[in-house]
């Protein structure tokens, strides 16, 4: 047998060789794919299972949050939810949490009203979240009211949120009404404002407010029992289709 012709034995070999490099190429070249797909299917790494930071606005409520209930049952006004200021300047200052968890207990008017504020500014809010890399934010809807005669002066940057042991001070205002930025107001007089505040704030926790070193007047506890009284009569009237009394 001619040296250069390789024994039957060693063709099998050679064979068995060459499939076994195959698979370990094959194999190789699917180990990103596997891996990404690995990784992707991993509980807490799918697209479905990751749950952003809530955004406080509430742009979709998430389903397994008990505070959430179904809107359109509400029966609670903006000043039952609201935090109110009165400093000694005559200044009155009213500050509503625009979370869905709260704003879902509103009547349905005003339910409606303040989704559609925040909708009209979503644009702004996003570059807002965008420009300050927020993961998330609390929105308020703020107003001033002057009571006394004459020209009453305010700064909107004086608007202090104490929470979770903190002051939060806005990170970005957006007027809502045309005279907002001269920051003066006539007697009986009212400018608003959407104020975005870091998203660490939770409601849940007791929450006061400060305006030119006056503290709030509103009792956060009392606005808390009030909210969880009307969740469930919201989940009442919901169950059994009634709208509010």
């Known amino acids: 047998m001619s040296p250069l012709m390789p024994s039957s034995r060693s063709s099998r070999e050679c064979e068995r060789e060459r499939t076994r490099t195959r698979t370990r190429v094959r194999a190789h070249a699917a180990w990103p794919v596997l891996l990404s797909l690995a990784m992707a299917c991993a509980p807490g790494n799918t697209a479905a299972g990751q749950q952003p930071p809530p955004n406080q606005t509430g742009a979709q409520a998430d389903t397994l949050d008990p505070s959430f209930v179904p809107p359109g049952f509400g029966s609670l006004k903006q000043d ?3 935090l109110k200021v009165a400093p000694s300047s005559g200044l009155q200052v009213r500050a509503i949490p625009l979370d869905e968890r709260f704003i879902r207990l509103l ?19 996003t570059t807002v979240r965008e420009r300050n890399r927020l ?8 107003s001033f ?8 002066r305010f700064s909107p940057q004086e608007f202090v949120i104490n929470n979770t042991g903190r ?14 930025g001269e920051y003066r107001l006539k007697q009986r007089e009212v400018q608003s404002a959407l104020f975005i505040f870091d998203g660490q704030i939770d409601l849940n926790q007791p929450t006061s407010a400060m305006m030119e070193g006056s503290p709030s007047v509103t009792d956060w506890g009392r606005v808390m029992q009030r909210v969880d009284r009307e969740r469930a009569l919201v989940r009442s009237r919901a169950a059994t289709g009634a709208k509010k009394p």
């Open 80 to 82: 039952d939810i609201a």
């Open 107 to 125: 009547s349905p008017d005003s339910y409606s009203a303040l989704r559609e504020l925040v909708a009209s500014k979503q644009p702004a809010l």
């Open 135 to 142: 993961p998330s934010y609390s929105l308020w809807y703020v």
């Open 145 to 152: 009211f002057a009571l006394e005669q004459g020209e009453t």
């Open 167 to 180: 002051d939060f001070r806005p990170i970005d205002i957006l007027p809502l009404s045309s005279g907002f």
